[in-house]
């Protein structure tokens, strides 16, 4: 059985900075591109970043400030999230993409991942 399961979120004052973990289990992790998205109050699911055996790619909402990335022999994948805004408050989702090639076009489309972990919280606020 495949799964994710997401970690680290939080409450942090804006300007602060968080780390999110995700493990996955029930294949090998390596074999695929992954990535995070995040679910706003009242929105969709909107791609943040993925990672593949070539690059990382993010969303330019985060270029700069957040940093994707991964441990293979352990399985989990991490978000590093610097300089936060009230803005990406969100719940943060890790994914695993569909397909076992590489298309950074079609990372950034939500529906092109066939499992989503149930999402870690992440809360900027003072």
């Known amino acids: 059985q495949k799964q994710l399961v997401e970690s680290g979120g939080g409450l942090v004052q804006p300007g602060g900075s968080l780390t999110l973990s995700c493990t996955a289990s029930?294949?090998?992790?390596?074999?695929?591109?992954m990535g995070w998205a995040r679910q706003r109050p009242g929105k969709g699911l909107e791609w943040v970043a993925s990672?593949?055996?070539?690059?990382?790619y993010y969303a330019d909402s985060v270029k700069g400030r957040f940093i994707i990335s991964r441990d293979n022999a352990k399985s989990t994948q991490y978000l590093e999230m610097n300089s936060l805004r009230p803005g990406d408050t969100a719940l943060y989702l890790c994914?695993?993409?569909?397909?076992?090639?590489?298309?950074?076009?079609?990372?950034?489309?939500?529906?092109?991942?066939?499992?989503w972990g149930q999402g870690t919280q992440v809360t900027v606020s003072s």
């Open positions: 990672i593949d055996h070539s690059g990382t």
């Open positions: 994914g695993k993409f569909a397909r076992r090639d590489s298309d950074n076009i079609a990372f950034k489309i939500t529906t092109n991942y066939d499992y």
């Open positions: 029930g294949f090998t992790s390596s074999d695929y591109a």
